[in-house]
């Protein structure tokens, strides 16, 4: 056993354990043991407790990424001040001044990527399960959590003919056809997901400031970069790889979409747009109350009325009073 192996042992012995147990869930409630459909509701189950545990690193990062976003002007200041210089002493202190800077407001670039670094050792763990089961169930033998004679139901299911453990490069026993249609079919699936859920956090959920600031145009690359990193990966990943990466990828999406609605990056045209829905239910703008909201609308009323006071009076009224 190598390193790696040995790192991933725990998380796929976790991934065995959930599957286990929903597939001994789904097989009490009346479903086939054998049916690759069980298998298919058991991993995503898997997916969603996973996502479910992943919660309050979701939230963590939604407040890094706002926290980053505030602090650009600041940040675009430091660059300014150190543009052109290119010695150790001057890149040495730019990244001094750029961690005080985080330290003080408690921003952490490497927030924004707790979520789905927490996700990598169950994904490639569920990879290493999916393709020892063949392995297993030739030679009779249990797959970690995984007895033997469900190691050999896992092995003959199918869904619509295609193994899940088989992958578009490799479709294994089944029907080629099928494994060929469900493996595209879920990697558009997934790249379509992942590029939606960038985009409404790009377009939709960015203050007007920080679309100006070097991180956007970063933001904007990685929006075409990750679908294509998914989809060339795609390749190679087995069927069971796939439902877990794109159910993965829809809940990403309705997350995100549920926190854009309601609770908006300020300055964001998502903050606008919810603002208008709150102003047709007769409701403040979001951060005042309604007494704050009623001064400022008596305040822009009062300007108004002033403004129409005092207008310009033309030259020939002006001789006519002289007269």
Request: proline share 6%; glycine share 6%; hydrophobic share 45%.
């Amino acid at each position: 056993m190598n390193l790696f192996d040995l790192i991933l042992w725990p998380f796929k012995w976790i991934v065995s354990a959930i599957l286990w147990f929903f597939h001994t869930v789904f097989t009490a409630i009346g479903m086939d043991a054998a049916s690759g459909w069980t298998w298919v509701l058991a991993i995503v189950f898997m997916t969603l407790v996973m996502r479910t545990l992943t919660i309050p690193l979701f939230v963590k990062q939604i407040k890094s990424m706002r926290g980053m976003q505030e602090l650009q002007p600041e940040m675009a200041k430091i660059q300014a001040k150190y543009k052109g210089k290119k010695d150790q002493l001057s890149r040495q202190a730019m990244a001094q001044e750029q961690m005080a800077l985080y330290k003080k407001t408690g921003s952490n670039p490497l927030s924004s990527c707790l979520p789905i670094l927490v996700q990598m050792p169950i994904f490639f763990g569920l990879l290493q399960v999916l393709r020892g089961v063949p392995a297993a169930a030739s030679s009779g033998s249990n797959l970690l959590v995984l007895p033997a004679d469900m190691v050999h139901q896992f092995n003959d299911s199918t869904i619509l003919g295609a193994p899940l453990f088989s992958t578009l490069m490799q479709p294994g026993h089944g029907n080629h056809t099928a494994t060929v249609v469900l493996a595209i079919l879920m990697i558009v699936l997934m790249s379509a997901t992942q590029f939606f859920t960038q985009r409404q956090l790009t377009s939709r959920n960015m203050s007007d400031q920080a679309k100006e600031s070097p991180m956007y145009r970063q933001q904007q690359m990685m929006l075409y970069l990750f679908p294509i990193i998914f989809a060339v990966g795609g390749i190679n990943f087995p069927l069971g790889v796939l439902v877990y990466w794109t159910v993965s990828n829809f809940w990403s999406m309705g997350q995100q979409w549920w926190v854009i609605r309601n609770n908006p990056t300020p300055g964001s045209q998502a903050e606008r747009e919810l603002n208008e829905r709150r102003a047709a239910k007769g409701l403040p703008p979001v951060g005042k109350t309604k007494e704050e909201h009623e001064a400022e609308l008596e305040a822009q009323r009062a300007k108004a009325q002033a403004g129409q006071r005092r207008q310009p009076v033309s030259k020939q009224r002006q001789k006519k009073k002289r007269k």
